[in-house]
Nanobody
Framework: QAQLVESGGGLVQPGGSLRLSCVVS????????MSWYRQAPGKERELVAS????????DYSDSVKGRFTITRDNAKNTAYLQMNSLRPEDKAVYYC????????WGQGAQVTVSS
């Protein structure tokens, strides 16, 4: 069955960086566009970044544009989210999602930005 496993979350100081990874199994990774979402306590889940199947086109929410970078390695069945210049308001659980004809979600990775 489809599995998406996020890793790389943790605690970081404001201005710091983290890289999230999403390792996929159980379906053809290269056939799916990938996205990262986040959900802060008491807030709705929001789309952060997306990348097309081949990795040639990316899109970002205004809140992370210029600070976050989404990439993928189809040979490794892995999507990444590089997060730089982190702010306290970036604190959330981050989820990866694969979408095509089907949609799959990971279990989430906690990111905390605090001094």
């Amino acid at each position: 069955q489809a599995q998406l496993v996020e890793s790389g979350g943790g605690l970081v100081q404001p201005g710091g960086s983290l890289r999230l990874s999403c390792v996929v199994s159980g379906f053809t990774f290269s056939a799916y566009a990938m996205s990262w979402y986040r959900q802060a306590p008491g807030k709705e889940r929001e789309l952060v970044a997306s990348i097309t199947r081949g990795g040639g086109v990316t899109d970002y929410s205004d809140s992370v544009k210029g600070r976050f970078t989404i990439t993928r390695d189809n040979a490794k069945n892995t999507a990444y989210l590089q997060m730089n210049s982190l702010r306290p308001e970036d604190k959330a659980v981050y989820y990866c999602r694969a979408f095509s004809a089907a949609r799959y979600w990971g279990q989430g990775a906690q990111v905390t930005v605090s001094s």
